[in-house]
């Protein structure tokens, strides 16, 4: 299908019933649907919003074109769970039905407020030069899950000395105030974040611009969350036009974080240290934050990023989101783990351990498509030591450390049905330890991979051969001792 403008921002709908279940069948006889990560059920799935908990569940919305594997009219589907594991579908959260939302319901954040969940958002509109017209707008749903919008949007324009880029609140309590962040750009084409404050969620006032040293940082901000953890202020964003400079910054957009002081609101102040990415591996992107009831912060990303085209858009359907973390700081840095309650996705259990000496060696009964596998290697002196799996005859997905570099490194080339090419095949980051531990969850078109409890992330999507499902371990010049631990999933 070729994709027109007119294709792009129509309504569910205006779909036919036979092309509605010609998408259902293609999506239903994708070889890469995924088993334990939140996936569209038809079209395309992009940024996690509104993560939030209320009455009792985990409330998160995400981006949604229904009709097909590109970006067009933007709903927010909605879907909770109890645990953070089991995921409800619950269906259309949000829809565009007004002037002010008309060419799709971009991201935005959810509160609890006042007995309801208060979700703002960024209404997108086109007029008829198809120039860009956004509001924020709000809608709010009780505990008996009915959704209301406002009519009228909540901010009405863009401050002066910004553009139409223009995006993505994310709102937070502080007192008997409520503030947001809003990803935007200057008029001069580059990169920043504003700060609104309110009493009461429907009437906000401008504060201006949030001050970091990164004063030209890319042309667009977009996604930002802030949040104190640790007694640290951290304002997590996704920024447009960031280049590559050697391991980092390799993907079409990054996102990551600034670290340091907690926000100074009254002067819009954010005393930080460097940017550092979020996530090392190749799909990743517009990630989203909440508190937990039991006090922590937990984040979700969109495994996948914009501008990209991916195997299973031949399928009708693209993109999932990443699992649960819980976020920490360690040492000025932030360290991700997989939420606790992913264990009770654990089924039986391998555990094997060995001696590797320059040679590559597979184990009976360790195999699989989907599984969680812990993976601890010490006492090496190789020179390179990892793990080969989704391992076949001729594919391979490759997570090894390199001892004379101290690097670990991510390697697809081999990973079956190639995607992003032209932005490489291969991530690495420098971790230096006398231990090395690999966390892995895979999927059946994915992998998250934990470095030493979270210390770095590696977020892919792989499209490997259902047959793809030997695990390998391997030394190269020279030994390494490893014990591995296996769940299937």
């Not at 009780?142 to 209301?148: C, T, V, Y």
């Not at 420098?430 to 998250?448: N, T």
Request: hydrophobic content about 35%; proline content about 4%; aromatic content about 14%.
């Amino acid at each position: 299908m070729i994709w027109t403008k007119e294709k792009r921002y129509r309504r569910i709908e205006e779909a036919g019933k036979d092309e509605l279940l010609k998408l259902q069948s293609d999506v239903g006889g994708c070889e890469w649907r995924q088993t334990f990560h939140i996936q569209p059920e038809t079209g395309l799935l992009n940024d996690p919003n509104g993560f939030s908990f209320f009455n009792g569940e985990y409330h998160l919305f995400y981006q949604w074109f229904p009709l097909g594997p590109v970006h067009g009219l933007k709903y927010w589907y909605h879907t909770k769970s109890k645990d953070l594991v089991h995921w409800e579908n619950v269906g259309i959260g949000i829809e565009p039905s007004n002037a002010y939302d008309s060419h799709g319901a971009y991201s935005g954040s959810a509160i609890e407020h006042d007995g309801k969940l208060y979700l703002l958002y960024t209404g997108n509109t086109r007029d008829e030069n198809w120039v860009r017209h956004p509001y924020q707008c709000l809608a709010i749903m009780d505990p008996s899950g009915r959704m209301e919008k406002l009519e009228q949007p909540v901010i009405n324009h863009v401050p002066n000395g910004y553009t139409d880029h223009f995006r993505d609140p994310k709102v937070w309590k502080a007192g008997n105030e409520f503030y947001a962040v809003i990803g935007a750009q200057r008029e001069n084409e580059t990169g920043c974040v504003v700060l609104y404050r309110s009493l009461d969620m429907l009437h906000w006032e401008f504060k201006g611009e949030l001050k970091t040293n990164l004063s030209l940082f890319g042309y667009m901000w977009e996604c930002p969350d802030y949040l104190e953890l640790q007694d640290k202020g951290m304002l997590i964003f996704s920024p447009q036009g960031i280049s590559p400079d050697g391991e980092q910054f390799q993907n079409i957009y990054q996102s990551g974080y600034i670290l340091g002081e907690p926000m100074d609101v009254s002067n819009r102040t954010l005393t930080h240290g460097s940017f550092q990415e979020l996530d090392r591996g190749f799909d990743f992107y517009a990630p989203q934050t909440m508190l937990s009831p039991d006090g922590r912060r937990i984040l979700i990303g969109w495994m996948g990023l914009p501008e990209m085209e991916y195997p299973t858009d031949r399928n009708g359907w693209a993109h999932c989101l990443t699992l649960p973390r819980e976020l920490s700081i360690k040492d000025d840095k932030l360290i991700q783990k997989p939420v606790q309650e992913l264990q009770v996705l654990r089924k039986q259990k391998y555990e094997i351990s060995d001696v590797l000496l320059h040679e590559t060696k597979k184990f009976n009964n360790l195999t699989g498509t989907t599984y969680e596998m812990l993976c601890e290697f010490e006492n090496f002196d190789a020179a390179q030591f990892g793990i080969e799996f989704r391992a076949g005859d001729k594919e391979k997905t490759i997570l090894k450390y390199d001892t004379v570099q101290k690097k670990v490194i991510l390697d697809r080339t081999f990973s079956g049905e190639p995607v992003g090419e032209e932005y490489g095949t291969v991530r690495e980051c420098s971790v230096d330890g006398v231990k090395i531990k690999f966390h892995l969850f895979v999927d059946i078109s994915s992998v998250e991979i934990f470095i030493n409890d979270g210390e770095e992330v590696f977020t892919s999507r792989i499209f490997p051969k259902t047959d793809s499902n030997e695990i390998r371990f391997f030394a190269e010049g020279g030994r390494a001792y490893f014990q591995a631990s296996k769940w299937d999933i």
